[in-house]
């Protein structure tokens, strides 16, 4: 934990991110499986700054942004359950490569950083790979659907970082008292945790997924308090 480097004082963490980062997580991957064995994964954040939390506009706020999930994840289940339920056909879906690496296509939409506002957000319709991971969960056999994720610091800083239309892809059996169910609190605190790891706070997280593009719709809406 906290590392320390030295680098150029032009240097800024997306100039870690595009050179540093991917040596770094490969060298220490290696380095740990040579002597221990097994499958590593390993993960650099940098900051430049002791404190992440203490300015809205700086570079490690960005780092705050999770590596987004397929929603989906949370609802998935074992091969050997019903074959017609929303968790063995989800299950399925989540072990298509072809979706796979669509839905991590989606870690490459850019985020915007309001400063006035301190609010960094995520538009997932503007982003192409939102259309590739669409296109490859219809192309899986899978059903479509967005979640808006809304998260803010409660405590006063007045942070906040909004996901809109974030995609996933589920089983087509699968319905809204489903989503209600099963991914309620996984896919909040997921985020929630993810974010406070950068940025020290009180953070909350309300998820609101949709099966349709009409959010009057209200068989098609489901609100995650």
Known sequence: ?????????????SDFNTMAKGH????????????????WSCTATASL???????????????????????????????????GSCEAETGKLM???GLNTAMEGLN???????????????DFPSCDATAVAITAC???????????????????SGRSIDYGKLPG????????????????QMLETYFQDE?????????????TASLSSDPSDDEAILSIE
Do not use: R
Request: some cysteine.
């Open 195 to 207: 974010i406070k790891k950068v940025i020290p706070g009180t953070w909350s997280c309300t998820a």
């Open 95 to 97: 072990m298509d490569a």
């Open 49 to 83: 700054s002791s404190d992440s939390s203490d300015d809205m506009s700086s570079d490690a706020v960005l780092l705050a942004v999770p590596a987004i999930p397929d929603p989906s994840l949370f609802m998935a289940g074992s091969i050997g359950e019903d074959e």
């Open 108 to 122: 490459s939409c850019e985020h915007n950083v309001d400063e006035g506002s301190k609010t960094v957000t995520l």
């Open 24 to 39: 770094m997580e490969t060298a220490f991957q290696d380095g740990i499986q040579s002597s221990s064995g097994g499958t």
């Open 1 to 13: 934990s906290k590392m320390p480097g030295c680098s150029g004082t032009s240097c800024t963490i």
């Open 138 to 156: 219809s192309t899986a056999g899978g059903m479509s659907y967005t979640v808006d994720m809304a998260c803010s610091e409660t405590s006063g």
């Open 169 to 184: 892809c589920a089983g087509t059996s699968c319905t809204i008292s489903d989503f209600n169910t099963m991914q309620k």
